[in-house]
């Protein structure tokens, strides 16, 4: 196999040991053509990272530092590109397989352009800097093998980021009218990106999406903890893409998905009325 | 034979056992130390280099011990003795990564904690003093693997002097009084007859039937014990937090708390109840950078006495202030959320409209056409059950009225709140909880000032209800119940829970009823506690110094210094414990307790859990079930209330 894999991981604040754990899931990896970058949503100032860090060949970038993130994506002679959220991990064949069948059996689907495979749930306890793993169960193993359905995206986590493998060029193309920076990014992105390209499935689950306690403040997951912000953010950056012009696909995919929110929002109400609520 | 009979002037030489004879551990199971120092390092990030150890330390260090012992008996034969080096020597085994450096400082850290851990046995203090004042020769013997220097140091630190006392350790002499080697050893050693020698130990088969097989005098140490079980809690936090509320009831602890049934509960329920809490506690506001934390009255003040005292290591400008539901409805009302109106004047108390007005900064008197539309006769009325719903109209009515009269007080005293937060951008407000209301009307007072303010909330617990208050603005998290989840937390609360936290925390500085303006400022009026409500806060105050017993107790673990360590909620078990099982002696005590619970209400007091008439308990009917709904404490009120009215409750 001949493509070369930039991975990205996203990394937020105190999950040292998390990171170190995505970290050992890379070097895991039986591919072993691959590049890692750290996205530290810290800015460069915090060296706590640094300190953290027992592999010195990993690149790191920090918040404040969106051209530089650009520029070495660009010159960087990967061809395709992957992320990995610091508290998720993947399987040691998760980039042998998902390339080798992008290689071998999607160059007939011209418009395949990214390759993922279905996910477990992972429920964890934190406990400062140890982890205690609990049980796994199937998180999206719903989808069909073949390319991904626009309305499979209705649902905002039902293809998490840790379980994609994008083609580089495409990814870029899409990604610069996108923050990717934002922790909410993805979604919207998703969503933009399959209204020009395809998402192909393999159904085996090779990417693990780690859950600890709801109640977990300190290394809880990033999108519970914020949800009330990422809500927000969804909205504006959805709003954003409807404004664009030129992509009736995607404008009437939204459109329909807004005027399902709203009926759901008012069968909602209409079923509180009945039982009195 | 009993310590108070024992003639010391009668031996030459006088040996003492040292744990649980000389000392005790703040723990209930010695095994318990490893996860006391797994919860250390894994909140120590210059271990993170070693995943392995963070993920299974206790394990391997108990793993490790036993090993040690097998590997020793192998190599050279003899007693399975062993010292920490040759413990730590099997754990550097179980992986590649450990270095020497890192055993090192594990056996340092162990050393460290188990200093802090122990304290000095006040019986055995004075058996140990007149065996010195004898001038008998005094000797230590441990069954231990730590060498004799760190015996020594260990002794030290729990303020024992035992320059000159000579320490035997089964680990450096490869004997043991398990076997009874060491005794032989010893007499040889120090050329004495047996008869000479008085030995004072607690383990029955080591430090007595081994030592009377020598014909050596011996003295059974019976006050202090520990738990050989083992915890299946799965966190070291778990694990700490039930082995600490455990340890209170092993017979030494009794020498931290006065004998008074009050201060007992206040040691053994609500010490560690609070630990947990005020734990959480300074971990939240550490993790969201809190700058300035505001103490609500009254049921905050032990909490911000406890935090200031043994938690406020960061220095977080805190201040107590004085506010209630009476005090603050009347100003914190800028918008008019139906739902949240209810929260204003319900409970069990039944109030006339005269009072609910009042509530409102209204007079009743004014709004009499208002009050004749919705069906009351005047304002004396006290709406009965099932006209809650003309109480609502009303107040609905007067919307408008309310939320002027509220923008006047508001523009005369919110300043008070103003100064409260000072320029602090994050600033938290810390008290029992149940339905955030407090929060909610003390951030809407704030005006102009609160939307450049993050303004948190940290509670004991938040109800289901506190979801009224829940906004995007307005952050509250609750321990033990968070927005009522786990729901059976929240119903244990609501079945007693929060009457009898009320009453643990109560405070004698009077409720604010309002705020004058003074040349000093905006000040807070406070109500003069009514004679109820003094034996009340005379109990609470016996109940508030055995709090503070627990405090001293548990206070050297807390120089460890990592908060997150003692924030377990399984430091409520023994206050879940006292509402939904309670003793007799906690009946005995604590139904007659009178509350109030609705604002500014203090001389309308109901009884924690009421008896009723043997006929009505032996056919319990109407006044059963209405007695019932009424008591705040449903199962002391069912316990007290039984058919078997022969029986003890």
Redesign the interface.
Known sequence: MKSKVLVIIRHYGNR??LL??ALQSIENQTYKNHEVYILSMSSSTDD?LK??L?HPDVHTIYSDQHAVFFAEMQSSSADKIAFLDDDDTWAPEFLTRLISVYENRLQCHKTVKAICCHVNKVNE?S??????INTTSPFNHYLPTGPINFDALYYKNSIPISSIIFSKHEFLVVAKEHDVFDPAFYWVFLIDFISAYDLWLVPESMSYYHFRDA?D??VGNYSILQD?NNEFEFTLNLHRLMRRKGNTQLLTMLLNMLVNKTKHHRLTYLENKINGN | MGTDFVDLNSFKLISFDIFDTLLSRRLYRPKDLFSLI??YI??D?S???Y?EI??NFTEWRIQAESNSRVVKVKKTGGEPEVTISDIYAEFKLFSHHIDDDLISKLIALEINIEKLVLYKCHEGEKLFKNAVESGANVIVISDMYFPSNVLKELLNACGYDVNGVRIYSSGEEQLSKHSGEIYKRILDELDIQPSEWLHIGDNLHADINNAKKHKIQTLHAQWSEYSHERSYH????DVVGESIYRSLDLKQASQFYKNDEFVELGFKVFGPLLLGFISWLS??LK?KGIQKALFLARDAHLIERIYNKYFNHTSIDSEYIYLSRASTYKMGMTDWPMHRIWHLFGGKNKKSISKIFSMLGLDAKLYMADLHHVGFPDENHVPRIGEEHKVHWLINKLFIQVMNKNTQIRNNYAQYFVDACKDYEKVALIDVGWMGNIQSVFARSLGEHWASKDIYGFYLATFEGALDNKS?YNSM?GWLS?YGSPLDKQNHLLSGGVELMEFALADNTGSTIGYIKTDEGILPLRDESSDSEKDYLDKAGRLQDGIMSFFEYVSPLLKIN?N?TFSSVVLAEPFFKLINEPSSTQLNILASLTHSESAGTNSERLVLADRISLRQRLFPGKVYQESLEKSYWKEAFKRLNRKRFWKRY
């Open positions: 040292k040991r170190l754990r706590n300190k953290a027992l306890v406990e400062g800097n140890r982890i205690i109640n403040s300190y009330a | 797994q919860s894994i909140h990030d271990f993170i280099k995943p963070l993920d799965w966190t070291a936090k971990m939240q993790n995007y998290s968070d990592v997150n």
